[in-house]
Nanobody
């Protein structure tokens, strides 16, 4: 079973930056497409971005395109999300998860990590 540990969140002013990390174990990391998700109170879980197993293709949601960058280091079993030009509407708990591309879109995962809180406020 995949284990996921997210970190790097915090409180930042609008226009600021954060880098999130997700350390993955319990699977062959390099075989999995990986994605970042976020959920704010009272809202549905949103797929923010995903990256294929080899790292050569990335896809972003419209709300973050041009501001966020997803990347991975297969040698370190770690997924990253660089977040720049942050806006208050980016405030949410951020989660990572992985599998096939179909699973990333359907969000039919067997488990989730604890997530990391990102708060953008002046």
């Amino acid at each position: 079973q995949m284990q996921l540990v997210e970190s790097g969140g915090g409180l930042v002013q609008p226009g600021g930056s954060l880098r999130l990390s997700c350390v993955v174990s319990g699977t062959i990391f390099s075989r999995n497409a990986m994605g970042w998700y976020r959920q704010a109170p009272g809202k549905q879980c949103e797929l923010v971005a995903f990256i294929i197993s080899g790292g050569g293709t990335t896809v972003y949601g419209d709300s973050v395109k041009g501001r966020f960058t997803i990347s991975r280091d297969n040698a370190k079993n770690t997924l990253y999300l660089q977040m720049n030009s942050l806006k208050p509407e980016d405030t949410a708990v951020y989660y990572c998860n992985g599998g096939t591309i179909a699973t990333l879109n359907s969000k039919e995962f067997s488990s989730w990590g604890q997530g990391t809180q990102v708060t953008v406020s002046s």
